[in-house]
């Protein structure tokens, strides 16, 4: 992308009725947010730090991971210890080896993408130790191509270690997968309704192909409808009559790409990502119309 958009930049070129919903849902937990304060004046934040690991996964090239690192560190609940798993694929697997390097009782699993606030870790500790039976809390994240999103996730690290994430079965993606497998063992999963960071601030072409083609895989996996295909395509539709970002462009064509991909059963794999054919020919075509 050409540079990093505001809060206020994204939800503009986001703006619809989904957003508009999505948002106000996270603005009415007055009480909730109060509780949250009286939470953070009495936390013992020493004691937190030690219950508390960050698991951060990422693939290189990546040139949001110092930012991420930073985020990370700077974090109202600094973690007792940061694990980075890098160039690991496919996700299940490197979720997998982090997880395996978790030795506190909570830990938060970060792609090395996110940008976070400097309460996420408090506001997702908050709504984890409110109930022994929150099994995954979790928080929304702002993506300059999506908007708002789920994105950041705190897990209570021995009821997932009894399940692990490699191989993953049945399911597509991590996510999902772990939250299903969590409340068949009679744990739930608690929002923070709450914004806490950025996710991927700042988009690379082919980090944009090759997300949206995986989402366009994901929708045909779990069979949904048209509709949810035609939400990504007018998303970025909007996005690039808006701003003019050809990063919207690559995106597009990720989504189509991935509607004609052979096998769908895999979760999230970077492995073919830098010699994808389809990327290559796109971006020859993008580049060669662009002005000089």
Not at 185 to 190: C, N, S, T, Y
């Amino acid at each position: 992308m050409k540079e990093t958009p505001s809060i206020v930049d994204i939800l503009l070129t986001h703006w619809s009725v989904p957003t508009l919903i999505q948002t106000a849902k996270m603005s009415s937990h007055p009480l909730e947010s109060l509780q949250f304060r009286q939470f953070s004046a009495s936390l013992d934040r020493g004691k937190a730090s030690r219950e508390i690991t960050a698991v951060i996964l990422t693939v290189d090239p990546n040139h949001l991971f110092e930012r991420c690192m930073d985020s990370v560190r700077n974090q109202s609940i600094r973690p007792c210890a940061v694990e980075v798993v890098r160039n690991v694929s496919p996700v299940s697997k490197a979720r997998q080896e982090g997880l395996e390097k978790v030795l506190t009782p909570f830990y938060v699993n970060v792609d090395g993408d996110m940008d976070l606030g400097p309460t996420c870790f408090e506001r997702l500790f908050f709504t984890m130790t409110r109930s022994s039976r929150c099994g995954e809390a979790e928080a929304s994240l702002v993506d300059p191509l999506l908007g708002i999103i789920k994105g950041v996730k705190m897990y209570r690290t021995e009821p997932v270690r009894t399940i692990g994430f490699h191989p993953l079965t049945d399911d597509k993606t991590e996510d999902r997968f772990m939250s299903r497998k969590l409340a068949e063992q009679g744990f739930v999963v608690r929002d923070t309704h709450t914004v806490e960071g950025a996710h991927h601030p700042v988009y690379q072409p082919l980090e944009a192909f090759w997300r949206f083609r995986f989402m366009s895989e994901k929708l045909r996996y779990y069979n949904y409808p048209l509709e949810g295909f035609l939400d990504y395509y007018r998303t970025l539709s909007r996005g690039w009559k808006r701003t003019g970002d050809t990063i919207f462009l690559y995106a597009l064509a990720g989504l189509f790409d991935g509607i004609q991909a052979e096998n769908i059963e895999g979760d999230l794999n970077y492995e073919e990502r830098a010699t994808h054919e389809a990327f290559r020919k796109f971006d020859a075509f993008i580049r060669s119309t662009s002005p000089r």
